[in-house]
Each structure stands twice: as structure tokens, then as C-alpha cells.
């Protein structure tokens, strides 16, 4: 289906197995279980001998059509659907991460991916070495043997700082080390991880994708692009799988262990989401464009962080990687903590929640939220102000929620 358009491609991907209703919409298949017609053909699903459903821990047809939609747009060779965005993160790490090994990554993490990675994976003999992503020989500098991964969110949140990834590419390969990449913040439509040299995407399907926040979800994508014959992990089943080495790994053992693996349910809403997202995206971060500009107007506001304005630092670096919309999330400070309190009880319309890219718009405090458990020595060293708001653009009209805006800046 190569020749059709994104949006083509997507509504058309066909079932693996016809429907015996024709149905257009994926049945929920609510199974625990599949049966068998007999012991022989159920020890070959078991043993991988065959792709027939066994436990909807490990495969489910509804999942699995999801799964086959993502891979179907992405080009990608392996997908993987978990019950979250975080799920997705934490199964790369435990596929090809080891005892004595290292990630090398950004400060500039959300609070929990910086958590896992700091805290929960150090218990485990892990190393997370923080550098300035965009700081081409700060990066070489931190690689070293035991490097297992060169990890990046896109556009950090809520920092909004872009990296050059084709940069980090080429090093990350000459390295012989996976780029490991959470694109949550920009979707598959506008952007194409591929291309740029990631090796292994992470997004929390939550986003975007769920359709207006109906459910909880993760994607591990992998575009069968690395050579992990280099990795001490995968290095032996590599010469038996190639590049597929890691989703080998990821899904034989490592997801099925770990337990987080999709519902059907979760699965059959993201794939009704999947089909609206490029619509639900073009509307969402074009308010998100024009309410920073409008907000730049201000004189209640100190500053406006949208990597789409002109005179933003990463404006040209994130023109060239994610287009003219870069997501629908903006950050603008206040005076101080005291102000943004203020600002965020007197809204009407926006709502005071976490959260991204639902159908309404959201606001949030990062530091006294997302990272409220962190020290005040951590959150300045991960740049994460007491004067900032997070807003989170929705599907409302832009004079609308600016008026909204307003008026919680002046009353």
C-alpha cells in the first residue's frame, strides 16, 4: 500500500484474517484465551512454530491489528503496544539494558522517565550519565563500551529544547549504539523518526493518538535500522535474527514477562483515535501556533516557549524536523509560582489537569505537579521553573481560549 497517502494507508490496512461478519471496524475480541483444534497445533503456537493466539497477555487479535496499523504508517518492522507510555520506555531499557552498563541522555526528561532511570534502574546496576543533548562533543565525551542506548525526547517537556538528531545519529552509529527516541510530543503524521536516524521510537499513544484522552497506551517501534550484533545483549541472537535481534527479545521474552502488554479494549479506542489524529493534530498545534503568538503580547506574560515562533532558538532545527506545527504544547512564564497559582484558579474554559493532547485544552505547573517530589536543587538542574504553566492545546476555538487566557491574566 506503499503508493497511497498516510491517511490512505491507515484506513485501509487489511485484517489478517477476514471477519466473518465483514465488519469494518476490528472486533474487541474480549479473550482471556484462544482454543485449539488440537494439542500438536497448540504446542506449535506455544513454541513459536506458528502466529495463532494463545494468551492475550502475550498476543491479542485486537491488539495485534492496532499494532499492524502503526507498523503499516511508520514503515517500521516491529511494533509493540503496551499499557502505557512508560511501559514502552521501561521494556527498551530492560531489552537490551545490563548490570554495569550506561544511558546517556538529557537532564531534560520528564519526571518519571528521569525517575526510572535515575533511581529505578540504577537499583539494578544501570548508570545514567546527563549531558547537553545539543552539544555535539558533550555527548561523545559521555559514550563509552558500556553505552547501551543514546536516549532524547524529541522536544523535551516542558523545557522545549530540540536536538539535531540527524547529529546524534551519526554519532550514536559511529559509536555502534541504538538512538533511542520518545516522540510523544509530535505525531506519526508530522513526523517521520526514520528518517532522522532513530533507531527505536517510544510514544505515549495516550496522546494523540487515544482520540480526546480515552485511554491509557504505549508503542515501541522499531525500524529494524540498528546493528545489534554490537550490542552485548542481543550480539548473540543477532546472528540468528539480524536486525530484528530486538523486537525478537523485546516480544519472546522480555514484554511477556513483564506483563504490560496492551487490552483489547485499549487497542480497539486507539485504532478509532489512529484515524482522526491527523485531522485532531492540524487543528490543535495551529491554535497552539497562533496563542503563543497572541500570548508573546502580553505584558503579564515574561516569556512564550513554542519552538514554531520565529525567534524561538530551535525554531529552524525544529522547522526542518517536525514542519511548521511542532506539537500543540506551549510553555509561558509568570511572575512567580504565586502568579501562575493565581492565573490557573481563575481559568473558566481550560482545565486544570494533566495530561496532553486531549480534546480540551489543559493546564498544568510542572514543578509543583509532574516534578513536585523533586528536591529544588533537582528541578533547577533539569530547568524546570516555579514561573512556568504548561497548556496544552485542545479542539476549542483559539479566540476562545485566549479570551479565557485574558481574562485569568487581568481579573
Request: hydrophobic share 40%; aromatic share 10%.
Amino acid at each position: 500500500m506503499e503508493e497511497f497517502s498516510f491517511e490512505s494507508r491507515l484506513l485501509h490496512t487489511p485484517y489478517e484474517k477476514p471477519d466473518a461478519y465483514n465488519s469494518l471496524a476490528m472486533p474487541v475480541y474480549n479473550s482471556a484465551a484462544f482454543e485449539f483444534e488440537t494439542a500438536e497445533a497448540m504446542e506449535a503456537a506455544f513454541v513459536g512454530r506458528s502466529a495463532e493466539h494463545t494468551y492475550s497477555r502475550i498476543t491479542n487479535p485486537t491488539v495485534q491489528y492496532f499494532e499492524t496499523r502503526v507498523r503499516e504508517i511508520t514503515g517500521a518492522v516491529g511494533v509493540t503496544a503496551l499499557n502505557s507510555g512508560m511501559a514502552a520506555i521501561s521494556n527498551v531499557m530492560m531489552t537490551i539494558g545490563y548490570a554495569g552498563g550506561n544511558i546517556v541522555t538529557s537532564s531534560h526528561l520528564f519526571g518519571n522517565t528521569y525517575s526510572l532511570f535515575k533511581m529505578t534502574l540504577a537499583a539494578f546496576g544501570v548508570e545514567v550519565r546527563f549531558c547537553d543533548l545539543t552539544d555535539s562533543e558533550a555527548v561523545r565525551k559521555q559514550i563509552d563500551g558500556n553505552t547501551f542506548a543514546l536516549f532524547l525526547e524529541v522536544i523535551t517537556n516542558p523545557q522545549l529544547e530540540v536536538a539535531d538528531l540527524k547529529q546524534l545519529s551519526v554519532i550514536a552509529k559511529e559509536a555502534g549504539v541504538p538512538l533511542i527516541a520518545d516522540t510523544t510530543v509530535v505525531p506519526f503524521s508530522a513526523f517521520q523518526a526514520n528518517k532522522f536516524g532513530v533507531n527505536i521510537e517510544v510514544v505515549s499513544s495516550t496522546k494523540y493518538i487515544s482520540g480526546g484522552a480515552t485511554s491509557v497506551g504505549g508503542l515501541i517501534v522499531d525500524y529494524g535500522t540498528f546493528d545489534w550484533s554490537r550490542s552485548p545483549v542481543l550480539s548473540s541472537l543477532a546472528k540468528q535474527f539480524g536486525l530484528n535481534a530486538f523486537s525478537v527479545r523485546m516480544r519472546k521474552e522480555i514484554h511477556r514477562n513483564m506483563g504490560a502488554y496492551m487490552t483489547p479494549q485499549v487497542a480497539y479506542m486507539q485504532t478509532l483515535g489512529l484515524e482522526t489524529m491527523s485531522l485532531r493534530f492540524e487543528r490543535q498545534a495551529s491554535t497552539c501556533l497562533e496563542l503563543a503568538k497572541r500570548l508573546q503580547e502580553s505584558d503579564k506574560v515574561e516569556s512564550v516557549n513554542y519552538t514554531g515562533l520565529t525567534d524561538n532558538p530551535f525554531y529552524e532545527l525544529s522547522k526542518m524536523q517536525f514542519g511548521p506545527l511542532p506539537g500543540a504544547m506551549l510553555t509561558f512564564d509568570l511572575s512567580s509560582k504565586e502568579a501562575c497559582f493565581s492565573f490557573m484558579n481563575r481559568l473558566k474554559l481550560i482545565c486544570r489537569a494533566t495530561n496532553l493532547f486531549d480534546n480540551k485544552s489543559l493546564v498544568i505547573h510542572p514543578a509543583s505537579t509532574i516534578f513536585g517530589t523533586f528536591s529544588e536543587e533537582q528541578r533547577v538542574s533539569m530547568d524546570v521553573s516555579q514561573k512556568t504553566i504548561r497548556l496544552s492545546v485542545g479542539l476549542e476555538e483559539a479566540d476562545d481560549l485566549f479570551n479565557d487566557i485574558k481574562q485569568a491574566l487581568y481579573s
